[in-house]
């Protein structure tokens, strides 16, 4: 009897504090940090989800660009931020998690810096190649590679380069890398034969659906949305991936019931129609939101992983 009575006790006193984690709300506009400069892949992300919580809370929520190092120079100025729900921030994970790797010692700050609030989209990396191409997946790549001298492989981030020389160790191929500034120049690269495969990370999907390339792998973890058919790398036989998270945080210390209604807030944001739409208009993927522990767990097994890349 006093066990049933304890326990409709203390789910009466989980009812009762609910209302206080919902009650939150901020005592004047949120400042939305970007790492990024205007007009680019995350400053367009923060400005699309800032736009929809303040509709969806009410909340005044502001965004300022803070550019510097992929996100560093914001990340180091968030992390001894106030941390009163006031001030987030918004990045991407690569840059940060290739520093912590790098040079930990000169980083001042690390993942227990922050509280997460939570992700917005997965940048969908994929490994693509012209329709033509005598190869349709990366393990036949590889075989092509083997037979013919080489290929060579466009790529504009150090982790994919990271991921095709890990690759090129486990299979004993020779594949060539040549850098470039952008999606769109790796597309043309590709369609103009000047180079085997290359990455991309949106630009070649309408490519992709008129038949002018095809998708030999995934480099993220999980399969892409618009290929479902298409395996991952390391479906394929390579277990390394590319996974760049767009995600927010806040300064470490966020009170409870702070971080419950930001993040209930950023969570009701991304599952709205209208973002859903503009963020696959504008960046042909899907909001995905990990929520606050998830995108915690999320970074650290990052760290892992480019900490895997790196030793190759």
């Avoid at 709300?25 to 939305?32: E, F, K, Q, R, W």
């Avoid at 790549?141 to 981030?157: C, I, K, R």
């Avoid at 180079?195 to 630009?203: C, E, I, M, R, T």
Wanted: glycine share 10%; aromatic share 6%.
């Amino acid at each position: 009897m006093l066990t049933r009575k304890l326990a409709a006790w203390t789910a009466a006193l989980m009812l009762a504090a609910a209302p206080a984690l919902a009650d939150w709300a901020p005592d004047g506009p949120i400042t939305l940090w970007v790492g990024f400069g205007a007009g680019g892949e995350t400053d367009t992300l923060g400005r699309l989800l800032a736009q929809e919580m303040s509709q969806t809370s009410g909340w005044d929520i502001v965004v300022e660009n803070k550019p510097g190092g992929g996100g560093m120079a914001m990340f180091t100025q968030l992390a001894v931020a106030e941390p009163d729900g006031q001030t987030l921030g918004m990045g991407v994970t690569m840059p940060v998690l290739v520093n912590l790797t790098l040079r930990p010692d000169e980083v001042p700050f690390d993942l227990d810096s922050f509280d997460y609030i939570g992700t917005v989209a997965l940048a969908q990396v994929g490994l693509i190649a012209r329709a033509d191409a005598p190869y349709d997946t990366l393990a036949e790549l590889v075989e092509w590679s083997n037979q013919n001298g080489g290929a060579t492989v466009g790529f504009d981030a150090k982790p994919q380069a990271l991921l095709i020389r890990f690759v090129n160790a486990q299979s004993g191929s020779e594949m060539r890398l040549v850098p470039m500034q952008s999606s769109a120049e790796e597309l043309q690269n590709v369609l103009g034969g000047h180079v085997d495969a290359a990455f991309n990370a949106g630009a070649h999907i309408p490519s992709l659906e008129q038949g002018d390339v095809k998708m030999l792998a995934s480099a993220n973890a999980q399969r892409h949305s618009y290929a479902p058919d298409v395996a991952t790398a390391q479906e394929q036989g390579y277990d390394i991936f590319v996974d760049p998270w767009f995600y927010v945080a806040a300064p470490k210390g966020l009170p409870e019931d702070a971080l419950a209604a930001l993040a209930g807030a950023m969570r009701d944001a991304l599952a709205s129609d209208a973002l859903k739409q503009a963020i696959g208009a504008t960046m042909h993927t899907e909001p995905s939101d990990k929520g606050p522990d998830a995108t915690r767990a999320m970074l650290g097994d990052g760290l892992k992983n480019v900490g895997t890349l790196f030793a190759q």
